[in-house]
C-alpha cells in the first residue's frame, strides 16, 4: 500500500478568524494522542484533500509539522453541508510503542455459486472487524471470499477471516459476515461499533480543546 504524507504547519489563527484560512485555501485540523497535548494545525486545502481521500480503511498517515515526521491516524473529518468540502480534520496520534484497538472495514470479494445459480440470497452480519495491533503492524482492511459459499446455509464468520499473527481479533470467533438464506430480503446483522473507554476520553478531550478554542 502506498505511503500516505500529509504536510502541515502550525496554526496560531483559532475561532472566527479560521473561517478566512479556509476561504484562502487552508484547511484547519487538530493533532492529539497520549503523549501530547492537542496542537492547532494548517494544511494546503488541496494537497490534504488529496491525501484524505486516498485513505483505504484504517490506514496510518505521515504528518509533517514543520519538518518533524508522526505517523497518525485519520479520527473525525468535518465537511460542509452543502458543497461537501472538507473543513476540519482530527488526527490521532497513536503511541507506537503500544497496542491500540481500532476497527477496520470487512471487504468482499468473489462470486458465491449459492448465490447466483441457487437464487440464494447473501446476508452480511459484520462490516467492521474489531483489533487489537501496535500501530507499526497496522492493516487498513480485511477480505472476505463468498467464493466458499456454495450451498445455501453456508456462511462465513469471524474464525474465517485470514488476519497476520501480529493481529488480535476482538470480535466473538463465531459472529457470522455474510451467510446464504432463502431469505427475499436481506438482513442488516451488523452491530453498531462500540469504541473503548480510553479511546472516547482522547478523543473528547481533543475535539473540545479545538472546539473550545474556535468558539472564542
Known sequence: MAELVLNAERRTVKGKQVKALRRDGILPGVVYGPASEP???????????????????????????????KPVLLQDLERHAIRGDFEHVDLYAPDMDKPLRVYIPINVTGQSFAVN????????GLTELHIEVYPRDLIASVTIDITALAAIGQSITVKDVPVPGTVKVLDDPDTMLARVTYQSKEEDLSAAPTVAATEVEVVEKGKKDEEGAEAE
Open 39 to 69: 496542537t492547532a494545525i494548517q494544511m494546503n486545502t488541496r494537497e490534504a484533500t488529496r491525501v484524505l481521500r486516498s485513505i483505504k480503511g484504517t490506514q496510518l498517515i505521515d504528518l509533517v509539522i514543520d519538518g518533524v515526521t
Open 117 to 124: 445459480s441457487l437464487s440464494g440470497v447473501l446476508v452480511r
